[in-house]
């Protein structure tokens, strides 16, 4: 399912994602700066996170507590290798049954569960985004 947006659509494509994701393991992939964190802060007021959203670029992983059970945003941009992801317990947040969110997912791709959304994000030459959400097979 594909969408192009721009940044007043934001709530909107949040909205688009929530409705048409195939489970609560979201595979953000996308380069630097295309958006990717400002869509997951999106999301991540629709599920009722009321505190403040940051990048785990450097903690690698975020919690927020949202309506009806937690978020778990992971940034694996900095991830020198997927032994990292393991000392932090990646799999007990992937099979948590909370919202997972998670930014760089190419570097992890031996831990990910069989069923997860994927949502490539692609800047336009026009300044809009080109979104597009599929199921994962891994």
Known sequence: MKFTYSIEDLS????KILENCHSKI???YGEMGVGKTTLIKELSKKLGVVES?????FSI???YQAQGGKIYHFDFYRLENEVEA???GLEDYLYSGHWVFV???EKIVSFLPENCTGIQLD????????LNIM???H
Do not use: C, H, Y
């Open 135 to 137: 199921p994962m097979k």
């Open 61 to 63: 992983v975020n919690e």
């Open 86 to 88: 393991l000392d932090i």
């Open 103 to 105: 930014e760089w997912p």
């Open 123 to 130: 800047k336009n030459q026009n300044g809009t985004r080109s």
């Open 53 to 57: 959203i940051s990048s785990p670029t």
């Open 26 to 28: 979201l595979l953000f």
């Open 12 to 15: 909107e494509i949040a909205d």
